[in-house]
């Protein structure tokens, strides 16, 4: 069965702190992954997509990790600010089908105090 | 910033109405799609379009219908509201182009059905 698994559910830490949110995924065929930011009461917006030959990725502060060996990949926020609260979702698409279908992950919910 | 909105933003209804909720996007989009999302839950596709006149339905059961008679506009209707059907609506519309596209979503209508 084709899944995104994150961790962890949830998450706090302290404004200026670094922090590394997990996924896990056993979507096969693999097309790419993306990582999704949500603040609350909105539509996720994307912050990176990688490939199968794409190993890392930085927009920003955010920089996205994958090893398509292992079907890992790794969220790194780096000095953390109040705004950088919100759900970062995880989503895998397979290249089995034309619609390119979206596998997506329950979120990591960060939350930054100050 | 994506061009896709999403009207009403917070809708409370009771039992039995008949409703429907607007997306439209301003940046060509052939393929638009709505998603279904619970509290700490993933996001599930419950309809689809590649474009003008066609529409499919997604991996989620859904008692709701769709249309898409222009590629800009595709609105979702529920004949009749259940409390079952309280829930967050996201809209979503991507280039058709190529499956490392993004998807683009809209903010969400949160449905409350009393």
């Known amino acids: 069965k084709n899944q995104v698994e994150q961790s962890p559910q949830s998450l706090i830490i302290l404004e200026g702190k670094n922090c590394t949110l997990q996924?896990?995924?056993?979507?096969?065929?693999?097309?790419?992954l993306r990582w999704y930011k949500q603040d609350t009461g909105r539509g996720p917006v994307s912050l990176t997509i990688?490939?199968?030959?794409?190993n890392t990725k930085s927009n920003g502060r955010y920089t996205a990790t994958l090893d398509a060996d292992t079907k890992q990949s790794s969220l790194h926020i780096t000095a953390s600010q109040l705004s950088d609260s919100a759900s970062y979702i995880c989503v895998v698409s397979d290249r089995g089908s034309t619609l390119g279908r979206l596998y997506f992950g329950r979120g990591t919910q960060l939350t930054v105090w100050p | 910033e994506a061009d896709i909105y999403q009207t009403p933003r917070y809708l409370v209804i009771g039992t039995g109405k008949k409703i429907t909720l607007e997306c439209s996007q301003t940046?060509?989009?052939?393929?638009m799609y709505w998603y279904q999302q619970d509290p700490g839950m993933e996001l599930h596709l419950i309809h689809y379009?590649?474009?003008?006149?066609?529409?499919e339905k997604g991996d989620l059961s859904s008692e709701s219908t769709v249309s898409r008679i222009r590629t800009e506009h595709f609105p979702l209707t529920l004949e009749s509201a259940r409390p079952s059907h309280t829930s967050q609506y996201l809209c979503?519309?991507?280039?058709?182009?190529?499956?490392?596209?993004?998807?683009?979503f809209g903010p969400g209508t949160r449905l409350t059905v009393l």
């Open positions: 996924c896990n995924y056993t979507v096969s065929p693999f097309s790419n």
């Open positions: 990688m490939t199968f030959s794409e």
């Open positions: 979503a519309s991507q280039v058709a182009s190529g499956g490392t596209d993004t998807q683009y």
């Open positions: 379009s590649y474009g003008v006149n066609s529409t």
């Open positions: 940046m060509g989009h052939d393929k």
